[in-house]
Antibody
Framework: QVQLVESGGGVVQPGTSLRLSCAAS????????ISWVRQAPGKGLEWVAL????????YYADSVTGRFSISRDNSKNTLYLQMSLLTTEDTAVYYC???????????????WGQGTTVTVSS | QSVLTQPPSASGPPGQRVIISCSGS????????VNWYRQLPGTAPKLLIY???QRPSGVPDRFSGSKSGTSASLAISELQSEDEADYYC???????????FGGGTRVTVL
């Protein structure tokens, strides 16, 4: 079935780096844009980054620009989020989510992973 | 502070209708379509409505969406206990170049 599975979360110290992965299955991964969306404890949803289906376009929220980098390997059906200079404000559950519009993007996310937790703490 | 504005809570007895509002601006709802998500406690969000008023396969027709100008709304008819969840609106924002979310509305079935 159509599925996204995140991994790579953990507890890290402020100022360090972490890479999240999102493995896709059950659909043509190379045909869809994918976003990372995070949710801090007890808070709402915050979009983090989006990468186009072919990896040529990347968009970032202001809060992570210059610190986070989104990428994908369509040969491995895998999405990545490289996070650096982490702060306590980055503590959240990180979800990867598929855009509902194939070979484009319009921002509606129709498939979500179960999330991976990132805790930034000294 | 979320870009889209939703009431923090809404409630109603079983069988009633609840409407959740979502207010935005000309850079998002005013020119882009609106989506709604439902998040049950401890689970990932689920797409409930896309393109203002379209339901993905499997979403019951008790859920309906509408949009007018820079505002949108989600209506839940025949409220059921399993509808207790957080509901988020979202739209692409041309100024921010990405999707933006509302702060979420917690629906309680009385």
């Amino acid at each position: 079935q159509v599925q996204l599975v995140e991994s790579g979360g953990g507890v890290v110290q402020p100022g360090t780096s972490l890479r999240l992965s999102c493995a896709a299955s059950g659909f043509t991964f190379s045909g869809y844009a994918i976003s990372w969306v995070r949710q801090a404890p007890g808070k709402g949803l915050e979009w983090v980054a989006l990468i186009s289906y072919d990896g040529t376009k990347k968009y970032y929220a202001d809060s992570v620009t210059g610190r986070f980098s989104i990428s994908r390997d369509n040969s491995k059906n895998t999405l990545y989020l490289q996070m650096s200079l982490l702060t306590t404000e980055d503590t959240a559950v990180y979800y990867c989510a598929r855009d509902g519009y194939s070979y484009g993007h319009r921002g509606d996310m129709d498939v979500w992973g179960q999330g991976t937790t990132v805790t930034v703490s000294s | 502070q979320s870009v889209l504005t939703q009431p923090p809570s809404a409630s109603g007895p079983p069988g009633q209708r609840v409407i959740i509002s979502c207010s935005g601006s000309s850079s998002n709802i005013g020119r882009k379509t609106v989506n709604w998500y439902r998040q049950l406690p401890g689970t990932a969000p689920k797409l409930l409505i896309y393109s203002n008023n379209q339901r993905p396969s499997g979403v019951p027709d008790r859920f309906s969406g509408s949009k007018s100008g820079t505002s949108a709304s989600l209506a839940i008819s025949e409220l059921q206990s399993e509808d207790e969840a957080d509901y988020y609106c979202s739209a692409w924002d041309d100024s921010l170049n990405g999707p933006v979310f509302g702060g979420g509305t917690r629906v309680t079935v009385l």
